[in-house]
């Protein structure tokens, strides 16, 4: 049963570590790509408003996707480990 403990309280920890970065990384590349936009560093055409184009289309799932497709396999492992805790007590 520790071990158990132990894969879900790492896997809670790595996932929710992993979706808070995902959301603030798809965030900045976003704000990047508007900055950009508004004239600064070139404005568009610009090579810095090509490099903000290609990191918004990467950002754009990131902060979309990733965190809750994390919350789905957090949850999934929740329920798979309740399922199997029992025979992992001898409790067949």
Known sequence: ?????????GSLISAFMLAVMMANAGGAWDNAK????RGNLGGKGSDAHK?????????????????PSLNILLKL????????????????
């Not at 492992?77 to 067949?92: D, F, M, N, R």
């Open 1 to 9: 049963m520790e071990t158990l403990t132990g894969v879900l309280m």
């Open 34 to 37: 508007k900055y950009i936009e």
């Open 51 to 67: 490099a903000a184009v290609v990191g918004d289309t990467i950002g754009d799932p990131f902060k979309d996707t990733s965190g």
């Open 77 to 92: 492992l929740a329920i798979v480990s309740l399922v199997i805790a029992p025979l992992l007590a001898g409790g067949v």
